[in-house]
């Protein structure tokens, strides 16, 4: 799946190469015009992926190919910071000239010659697996296509129709629903039709609560004209006015229209609702362009007074534009509801109380769904006419990503949200996968490593790293996939839903790792890795490639001097987060990880001092000390530390270093605390 994340990997390694301070660091080191010959072959790779990633599911070769090349791009994105970390130590000599025999000492400053000639020839390896990796696209009749958000999957179009027996849980929704729809509206501007919009995440029932209301009597005497429309991805004009009168009583007296043009269209559409009091209900709705919406909602103003629209969307922003800020969120079904709907898709009518041992892990499987009426659906029919307390403990103890997927079930019905999601936001994602479900996240201090991997998109004139973090949050949180999510002004705290957690591992497996007694076999492929329990520390082997480590799980740290030792050869690592580690030092190899952007030893509680080589670490973005409480030595010449911008400190040493402290120009945030 990690394959879909390769358009990101073109746009991010791009976007560095024609950046203006990558120009000049290049130019440095006299590998410019290197340079310049790979981001050309890069331009033409990237044409062709949105194509790509569409094929992929159903050609076995081309995800083959798209997985070499992906090797290739992590390859030239090392490179790409090989270069960034040698202009920044240049930097750091120059900058301290005045000590500049300590400051070569220290680095043990490489021949500029030798390593202009060494970068050039890895620039010709890389460009020459790209050229050869680049000539096989053609077997594939891949095509250029030049837009980024683009629709991977089509989702299937809905009707009205359903039957209330079917419906459980929602009789609170729906008299709220119609009550909205009934009431008077409190349109100004003289606009006759207002709009009521139905938001929440997919799977979650939308479209049936919409059909519950949809066929209601009551409904049926307020609105003597009712259409349904499903909207789903492409918000044409001419395609919904078709699909309007099509769905309406006068149109068999249209003839073909296919054939019509918009004028003759918005002519007739007019006509058709003119003077008439009606419900038009536009379900799954993608548009974000209010312009678009605008242009239709003008044309439906002709309609009677009391006239609505109702909306079913994913996205919180579009409710908002559609209905003038205010929508109906919809939440998950109780815990009862829930273990009704299970059991009507798991047994015939009346057969649960024959099999007590099944209804005790139905219980548990129900919990497993979250409230989610389609994960129900999903894994109740999965379970039909099956008796056995074997199979019923594996859909239990199981991922739902695990488990046989039919397209209408629940992954593919999130995967759909996820597809439509900006390339960059699919890596930014996909590093969820990699904390334990119901972890609460804090966006504050930069404490999850989005910035250190590259994951945030470009940036916009004055906006900061924080900015960007909190754009991608909310964009997440728009389409329902982050949940609980509080705006503290400084920083967001969320939670994910636990099938959208599994969601997150569906789209991350072979590149993102959660290690644990259950799943601790570590392919060359996996470069982010996190570790759910120590006892196996000692046993794992760790690829060199791997970019990140974390323990993310509260009390659990780590404790291995092999694993120590192991974490200090993986040259190209961006995050370390060493949260509750049993340490009392680190090693003085931690020096050579010039890549490490991110480091937190925040709880490690036993961590008494700290190796001076760590101010070799020019890319360091971000270092967390905090609850570090017998920490009583602080590395010398932190100053050295150029990139740093985020730095939180609890120590006991008395003499603090603050000459050290007042180098750090790039620093924004600084949080000292003495340990007690």
């Known amino acids: 799946m990690a394959e879909s994340f390769i358009f990101s990997i073109a746009e991010s390694l791009i976007g560095k190469l024609v950046s203006q301070a990558f120009e000049r660091a290049s130019r440095v080191l006299g590998v410019y015009k290197d340079l310049l010959d790979l981001k050309d072959t890069l331009l033409i790779l990237k044409a062709v992926l949105v194509d790509a990633e569409q094929k992929l599911e159903q050609n076995h070769q081309l995800r083959e190919w798209l997985k070499q090349l992906k090797c290739v791009f992590y390859d030239a994105e090392d490179l790409i910071d090989e270069v960034e970390c040698e202009v920044a130590r240049r930097d750091l000599i120059k900058k301290h000239g005045s000590t500049k025999r300590k400051v070569c000492r220290f680095f043990s400053s490489s021949n500029p010659v030798a390593f202009r000639c060494r970068i050039a020839y890895q620039i010709k390896e890389i460009k020459d697996k790209l050229d050869k990796v680049a000539a096989d696209r053609n077997k594939f009749g891949l095509e250029v296509i030049t837009f980024e958000r683009r629709v991977v999957s089509k989702r299937e179009m809905t009707h009205s129709y359903v039957s209330g027996s079917d419906v459980i849980g929602r009789d609170d929704d729906k008299k709220n629903i119609i009550d909205l729809l009934l009431k008077k509206s409190n349109e100004v501007g003289g606009k006759s039709v207002s709009v009521v919009s139905i938001v929440g995440l997919g799977g979650l029932g939308k479209t049936t609560l919409a059909k519950y209301v949809f066929n209601d009597k009551t409904i049926g005497d307020a609105f003597p004209l009712k259409i349904w429309v499903c909207v789903s991805n492409e918000f044409d004009l001419k395609q919904i006015m078709i699909k309007i009168l099509s769905s309406a009583p006068t149109s068999t007296s249209l003839g073909k229209l296919e054939d019509l043009g918009v004028e003759q269209l918005q002519k007739h559409l007019r006509d058709v609702l003119a003077d008439k009091k009606f419900l038009l209900v536009m379900d799954d709705v993608w548009n974000k362009d209010c ?151 804090d966006s504050s201090f930069g404490s999850l490593p989005w910035e250190a991997l590259g994951l945030l998109p470009q940036s916009n004139t004055g906006q900061t790293v924080d900015d960007l973090i909190k754009e991608c949050l909310y964009e997440l949180q728009s389409i329902s996939f982050l949940e609980n999510f509080v705006d503290t002004g400084t920083s967001l705290g969320f939670k994910l839903h636990d099938l959208v957690h599994d969601l997150a591992i569906y789209v991350a497996k072979d590149e993102f790792q959660c290690v644990n007694s259950r799943n601790y076999r570590i392919s060359e492929s996996v470069r982010h890795l996190s570790f759910m329990e120590t006892e196996l520390l000692d046993q794992i082997s760790i690829p060199t490639g791997v970019r990140t480590i974390l323990f993310p799980e509260e009390g659990v740290g780590a404790d291995s001097e092999s694993f120590m030792s192991a974490i200090s050869k993986c040259k190209y690592l961006r995050v370390l987060d060493l949260s509750d580690s049993k340490y009392e030092s680190l090693p003085h190899a931690i020096g050579k990880l010039k890549h490490l952007r991110f480091l937190s030893l925040l709880g490690s509680k036993y961590l008494k001092k700290l190796p001076n080589s760590l101010s070799e670490l020019q890319s360091l973005q971000t270092l967390i000390f905090d609850g570090c409480v017998k920490l009583q030595i602080l590395p010398k010449r932190l100053g050295n530390l150029i990139n740093l911008r985020r730095l939180i400190i609890a120590t006991k040493q008395s003499d603090f270093p603050e000459k050290e402290i007042s180098k750090l120009t790039s620093l924004e945030v600084l949080g000292v605390s003495c340990a007690p």
């Not at 969120?329 to 898709?345: A, E, M, R, T, V």
Request: charged residues 25%; hydrophobic residues 40%.
């Open 291 to 441: 312009v678009k919406w605008e242009e239709l909602r003008n044309l439906l103003q002709v309609g009677a007074q009391g006239s609505k629209v109702l909306v079913t969307t994913r996205n919180r922003l579009i409710g908002s534009m559609m209905s003038n800020g205010s929508f109906y969120s919809l939440d998950g079904l109780s815990h009862q509801d829930s273990l009704s709907l299970f059991l009507k898709w798991a047994f015939r009518q009346g057969d649960e109380k024959k099999h007590p041992p099944l209804m005790e892990i139905g219980a548990d499987i129900v919990r497993k769904c979250g409230g989610l009426p389609l994960a129900l659906r999903t894994l109740g029919s999965s379970l039909f006419l099956k008796f056995e307390v074997k199979e019923w403990e594996f859909v239990r103890d199981s991922e739902i990503w695990n488990l046989e997927q039919k397209e209408s079930d629940v992954l593919p019905a999130l995967k759909f949200s996820y597809d439509q999601l900006p390339s960059y936001l699919k890596r930014f994602f996909a590093l969820f996968s990699l904390y334990p479900k119901d972890y609460l996240f």
